[in-house]
């Protein structure tokens, strides 16, 4: 809250998490410690330091990392003086005594939750015993273009009920559009007691106007990576919003320079291609595949010879998420096969 009780801006920076996807969880001791100096330097709230996918996501399945998640999150709180260290847990990939207590150990200043939109259920765990131990603890409802506003709203209820001090919405495909935002940030904020946030992906290419208009709808924090560094088309921009920011004279601890600086190191640092947009992330958008699926989608579409966009319409018509990879594969062969996947015009 600012001196006269109105709400400012949190920003939530997770190049060193989300960016980890664009660089197959690469990044090393150096980008770690480079960049989290640079986000502090930017005024970031919290740096989200990690894989990917988050704690205990190390894997042959989906990616194994350069470092461990205790060195990732060592190297970074060395770095942070005045902004917290975060980290994202998805039951599933981290339990409590495995990942979460080591992290803890490392100097963890807040925990977020995940999972996906309709299971909120499977953080209670997690999102209870963080209370207990005075951690600050936020949910995250991934995927969350594929429910209604009620449906999200019951999920993030409980959420809340858990003890979780927020709850963001992911648009993990980059699906949501300025109308979507309005109706379901708008209707957490309404209704919930706790902080709304908003985590953007760019498929769409609206990644920075879907940031702002949640701002206008009533979060109070939005997620960002420099340069966008992400899976697929990548994220909301720090430079640009900081940027955005500044031109529309929102609140917030973001200083404009820093982070244009800080955008600049780590695109001469680790960023080694910019995210943009192509026919692949564009249609993940257009169908509401989470982000991360385009690389494994280029590759079995190369292996089977079929267009990855229809591989990627098909799978959206599924339903598939994350967790679903071995879905990428059943659809391309089935595409090269001439099993009748029905198909629409791009």
């Keep these: 809250m600012t001196a006269g009780g109105e709400s400012r801006l949190s920003v939530c920076d997770t190049t060193l998490r989300d960016g980890n996807h664009a660089v197959a969880h690469q990044l090393s001791h150096a980008d770690i410690r480079a960049y989290a100096r640079a986000a502090e330097l930017a005024g970031s709230d919290v740096v989200e330091v990690g894989h990917g996918n988050g704690l205990g996501a190390s894997s042959l399945q989906v990616g194994l990392a350069a470092l461990s998640d205790t060195e990732m999150l060592s190297v970074a709180k060395a770095e942070l003086h005045?902004?917290?260290?975060?980290?994202?847990?998805?039951?599933g990939f981290a339990s409590v005594e495995k990942h979460l207590k080591p992290a803890l150990d490392c100097g963890v200043d807040e925990v977020r939750v995940g999972a996906h939109c309709t299971?909120?259920?499977?953080t209670r765990q997690q999102i209870t015993m963080l209370r207990a131990m005075g951690v600050t603890v936020k949910g995250?409802?991934?995927?969350?273009?594929?429910?209604?506003?009620?449906?999200?709203?019951?999920?993030?209820t409980l959420m809340q009920a858990y003890g979780a001090e927020a709850v963001i919405l992911m648009d993990s495909a980059g699906a949501y559009t300025p109308k979507d935002i309005h109706e379901k940030v708008g209707a957490l904020v309404e209704h919930l007691d706790i902080e709304v946030g908003f985590h953007a992906h760019n498929n769409l290419g609206l990644s920075v106007i879907n940031?702002?208009?949640?701002?206008?709808?009533?979060?109070?924090?939005?997620?960002?990576?420099?340069?966008?560094?992400?899976?697929g088309a990548g994220n909301a921009p720090l430079e640009l919003l900081a940027a955005n920011l500044h031109v529309g004279n929102i609140s917030s601890s973001i200083r404009l320079f820093e982070a244009l600086d800080a955008a600049d190191l780590a695109e001469e640092m680790f960023v080694k291609h910019v995210p943009t947009n192509d026919s692949i992330t564009i249609a993940s958008g257009i169908a509401g595949v989470f982000s991360g699926f385009a690389a494994p989608v280029r590759r079995a579409s190369e292996r089977f010879q079929v267009d990855p966009r229809e591989v990627l319409l098909e799978l959206g018509r599924r339903g598939v998420v994350a967790g679903q990879e071995d879905s990428i594969i059943e659809v391309a062969m089935s595409l090269a096969d001439g099993d009748g996947i029905p198909t629409d015009p791009m």
């Design 82 to 91: 005045e902004t917290r260290l975060g980290v994202l847990s998805i039951p």
């Design 140 to 156: 995250i409802l991934l995927m969350s273009h594929m429910v209604s506003a009620e449906k999200l709203l019951e999920q993030a």
């Design 211 to 231: 940031s702002l208009t949640a701002v206008s709808a009533g979060a109070t924090i939005i997620d960002v990576t420099a340069r966008g560094f992400g899976a």
């Design 119 to 122: 299971e909120a259920d499977v």
